[in-house]
């Protein structure tokens, strides 16, 4: 589930220094555009990576290898103190039915978690993007929010009842529950795919239509030009929690729309704001949340293939330590929780690199549309200014971590890919 989960949230609301694109006004004329610009963006955005911001990307660093190893040493916990196989018995008191015993369960598992890990969370996502100055959040407003994921998390597990309807199957067909499981993910990503823009989205920030009604009409000629019906265009208050600068596509059919953060209207020029936009519509055209379903769902497969033959070993050797003997036993969840979490952890590079691809595929898009390869290095200079972000990351943390190609990438990119003034097609765009 949690696999099946990755490349969709990645397209959905990735960092900006991962997700942005951008597209030129119309007004600008090719031959204006395509001058080669005459400052040293790679130099720039080097030379803008102090020493201060260094240690920042180096500390989020050791935090994207630390937060999962904690979470899955924290099910480990909780399975060898016994702590589950009694959360478990206090669930059998309170009903005899499978599917409340399962909601009683996950509830406590998931505060317990919360609990435990709420030093690093703090850390992670309040005092250290204070320390740096990109948080605008009060701690009461943070907690707030804090609380409202784990609200989603219980609602969303009682609304949708799919671990007690895997832990039917584990009963039934103990050998196949996992193909399943994995058949099962798909409605379930994309039903989350599907409301998250109009029932998730909205209880932490303020979504309203584009206020630049200027810039509104040029987006939305830009989206004739690509060929895309009109699409919903919000920005979104983010400055409320935030000083970084992000854009997104998420949602499909009805609930589609393009998000632009309120910090990036403030701090991008209107020709780099319309190459994010050109980057976003590439995302639409190329059907890239279509394809990040399909690709995780399959990989689901895999993926949960592998974690029910560790689980099944696992039960048989150390069931007495934990307490049950049968993982068709609901104090099985942290076990299962925790195969997946690590399998999903070691699987990263992989789906990292599909990702990659996909926002390469956009960039491309984004300079075809707008022919504005210097609104484009702009705006990639200005994610790294914003967001702090290495440029140049060393080779093995780029293939671990990164799901968009690097700053320094994307800025070559910008300044070299120009097909057009050599009378050669282009790879994606091929209107007018």
Known sequence: MLAALAIVMTLAAAPL????????????????????PPRDYLAEMRAGF???????????????????????????LILFSGLSARMRDIAA?????????????FTLYTLIVYVVTFPLEWYESYSLEHQYGLSTQSFAAWIADEGKELLVSVVLFAVVPILWLAYQR????????????????????????????LVIDPLFNKFTPLHDKRLESKIVALAERAGIPGRKVYEVDKSKQTRTINAYVNGFGASQR?????????????????????????????????????????????????????????????????GFHELHDIASLPLLLGIILALNFVAEPISNAVSRRIETEADVFGLEITHDNDAAARAFLKLGAENKSNPDPPSWIRLALYTHPTLADRVRLALDYRPWEQGKPNRFYHGK
Request: proline content about 3%; glycine content about 6%; charged content about 15%.
């Open 93 to 105: 008191l309170l009903s005899r039915r499978r599917w409340v015993r399962l909601l009683v369960f």
């Open 170 to 197: 584990i009963e039934k067909s103990p050998r196949r529950w996992w193909l399943w499981f994995a058949f099962a993910t798909l409605p379930l990503v994309l039903g989350i795919a599907l409301i998250q823009p």
């Open 258 to 322: 393009i998000v632009l953060w309120d910090t990036t209207l403030q701090a991008m020029k209107e020709d780099e704001i319309l190459y994010v936009m050109g980057h976003e519509m590439g995302h639409y055209k190329l059907a890239h949340i279509w394809k990040g379903i399909v690709l995780a769902a399959l990989g689901s497969f895999a993926l949960l293939w592998l974690a029910a033959r560790i689980a099944n070993w696992a039960v048989r050797r150390f069931g007495d330590a934990w």
């Open 50 to 76: 102090t020493p201060q911001n260094r240690v920042y990307w180096r500390t989020q660093v050791v935090l994207a290898f630390v937060g999962p190893l904690v979470a899955i040493l924290v099910a480990l």
């Open 17 to 36: 220094h991962a997700t942005v694109g951008s597209t030129a006004s119309a007004a600008i004329s090719d031959s204006a555009a395509s001058v080669h």
